[in-house]
């Protein structure tokens, strides 16, 4: 098991990356048009990255999308679709990746002291605008 998705229909929701995937050089889950762009660098010592600045692109994100990384610990994710049907559930753990693109989700934390990392496209219109609980 390396990277799984889950679809509702021909929507990619959520994809889920485990820490066996990490490999040598730049290597990224999202696509080009994700709202969230989500990879893994992997380079030996001496590697060196040209110092660069992103120009500035006009964006329109109609969605919010998050990427999750479990630092330790353990938990699950469950996904559910574009009508809030579950779809699927993921167990992560240290070094896995979630990326959740569309529909909902869901976390359980199975072990004490759990670290997750959580990182989603802004700017964020707080809490009441940016989602609903089902």
């Known amino acids: 098991m390396s ?3 889950i679809f509702d ?16 050089g ?17 380079y030996d010592n001496g590697k060196e990255l040209k110092a ?14 998050e990427a999750v990384y479990v630092k330790s610990g353990r ?4 996904i559910y679709g574009l009508q809030q049907q579950k779809l699927g559930e993921f167990q992560a753990g240290p070094g896995d990746i979630l990326i959740m693109l569309r529909g909902g989700h869901g976390y359980s934390i199975l072990e004490d002291g759990t670290q997750i990392l959580e ?7 707080g809490a009441e605008r940016d989602r609903f609980r089902f």
Not at 26 to 42: A, H, M, P, R, Y
Not at 52 to 65: G, I, L, S
Not at 119 to 125: Q, S, T
């Open 75 to 78: 938990m699950t994710a469950a």
């Open 26 to 42: 730049l290597n990224f889950f999202s696509e080009d048009g994700d709202f969230i762009q989500v990879g893994t660098w992997q």
């Open 119 to 125: 990182i989603k496209n802004g700017p964020y219109p």
């Open 52 to 65: 660069h600045q992103h120009n500035p692109v006009p964006r329109t994100a109609e969605w919010t999308q």
């Open 3 to 5: 990277v799984n998705r």
């Open 9 to 24: 229909g021909d929507t990619l929701c959520a994809v889920h990356v485990t820490a066996e995937e990490w490999k040598d």
